[in-house]
T-cell receptor
Framework: AQKITQTQPGMFVQEKEAVTLDCTYDTSDPSYGLFWYKQPSSGEMIFLIYQGSYDQQNATEGRYSLNFQKARKSANLVISASQLGDSAMYFCAMREGGSSASKIIFGSGTRLSIRP | GAVVSQHPSRVICKSGTSVKIECRSLDFQATTMFWYRQFPKKSLMLMATSNEGSKATYEQGVEKDKFLINHASLTLSTLTVTSAHPEDSSFYIC?????????????FGAGTRLSVL
């Protein structure tokens, strides 16, 4: 069975510093996708970044990058130059297979708080 | 802009009434949509997979007669919480994967906060 683990329930970071949010996963399917979502206090789930299991390079989207270490089954999110607006819950998620009909499973989340 | 639209964003109802939540895919057809429930300070829990033109697939422990799902068109799925009770109060959120980017990224609606009095 697939599994997603986020070991950091909460993190505090000084504004403008970089922050790494940890995520490890477990699956026996060679084809899978990894996602990071941000959930501010409003509740909406905002897609941040995606990494496919066959992607050769780490995904990057603006200030977000995904440190994908396939052998270690980790997919950490790196946020560079953190901003106050980055304060939110962050969820790592995984999809087995590549179909739009494949469900995704979420980790328990990390609450990130940015200090001014 | 929004890829998935969800309505209403908030609903307050009396115990015993039924509540319908709509989830629409914008600018793309979604043969599959997903419904999640989220308790305060917890992660998202998949409730069911909504399949266009066929029955929904429910996760273990989710009462299908309590949470009715209808996916009648390629852009609309509805979740009806029947005979709602205070324990059904929660945040419900839907998602759909758009094929437009070639990666089948799942995008979420804004969620519905249900309060049952």
């Amino acid at each position: 069975a697939q599994k997603i683990t986020q070991t950091q329930p909460g993190m505090f970071v000084q504004e403008k510093e970089a922050v790494t949010l940890d995520c490890t996963y477990d699956t026996s399917d060679p084809s899978y996708g990894l996602f990071w979502y941000k959930q501010p206090s409003s509740g909406e789930m905002i897609f941040l970044i995606y990494q496919g299991s066959y992607d050769q390079q780490n995904a990057t989207e603006g200030r977000y990058s995904l440190n994908f270490q396939k052998a270690r089954k980790s997919a950490n999110l790196v946020i560079s130059a953190s901003q106050l607006g980055d304060s939110a819950m962050y969820f790592c998620a995984m999809r087995e297979g590549g179909s739009s009909a494949s469900k995704i499973i979420f980790g328990s989340g990390t609450r990130l708080s940015i200090r001014p | 802009g929004a890829v998935v639209s969800q309505h209403p964003s908030r609903v307050i109802c009396k115990s015993g009434t039924s509540v319908k939540i709509e989830c629409r895919s914008l600018d793309f057809q979604a043969t599959t949509m997903f419904w999640y429930r989220q308790f305060p300070k917890k992660s998202l829990m998949l409730m069911a997979t909504s399949n266009e033109g066929s029955k929904a697939t429910y996760e273990q422990g989710v009462e299908k007669d309590k949470f009715l799902i209808n996916h009648a068109s390629l852009t609309l799925s509805t979740l009806t919480v029947t005979s709602a009770h205070p324990e059904d109060s929660s945040f419900y959120i839907c998602s759909a994967a758009t094929p437009l980017d070639g990666k089948n990224i799942q995008y979420f609606g804004a969620g519905t906060r249900l309060s049952v009095l």
